[in-house]
């Protein structure tokens, strides 16, 4: 669906045959899952201190570090950025309290 998320969802992939010692993203899979995870929190947390530091630039460079981990744990689990876009899309048609109504049991 993106371009950007499409070639590096592709990359991504190829690294799965890469060497941890030639490769950052070989290195997350070899660590496994909790360091991709443990990675995830990081960046989240450092996109929260850009933002409240209202630094605009550094928000940009944080969610860039965000997603891109975000992505390598799709990867990781089989997913592609497809899905996620999908269900965004899926979304598009509900207002927030239908969707916030469709999760309540
Ligand atoms: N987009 C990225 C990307 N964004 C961030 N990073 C890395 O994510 C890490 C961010 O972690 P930190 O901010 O904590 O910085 P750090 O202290 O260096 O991190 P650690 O070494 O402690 O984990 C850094 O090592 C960045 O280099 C990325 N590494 C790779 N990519 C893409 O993934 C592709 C494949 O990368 P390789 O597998 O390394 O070839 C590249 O061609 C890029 O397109």
Redesign the pocket.
């Known amino acids: 669906m993106n371009n950007t998320l499409t070639q590096?969802a592709q990359?991504?992939e190829d690294?799965k045959q890469?060497t941890a010692d030639k490769?950052?993203?070989?290195s997350l899979y070899a660590k496994g899952l909790d360091t991709i995870l443990k990675?995830i929190g990081?960046?989240a947390t450092?996109t929260v201190i850009a933002a409240k530091n209202g630094d605009k630039q550094q928000i940009i460079y944080e969610t860039?570090?965000l997603w891109?981990?975000c992505l390598v744990l799709l990867a990781a689990q089989g997913l592609h950025p497809d899905d996620v876009l999908a269900e965004l899309q899926r979304r598009f048609g509900l207002s927030g309290l239908e969707e916030k109504a469709r999760r309540t049991p």
Request: net charge negative; proline share 0%.
């Open positions: 590096l990359v991504l690294r890469q490769s950052y993203v070989a990675k990081e960046e450092e860039a570090d891109f981990h």
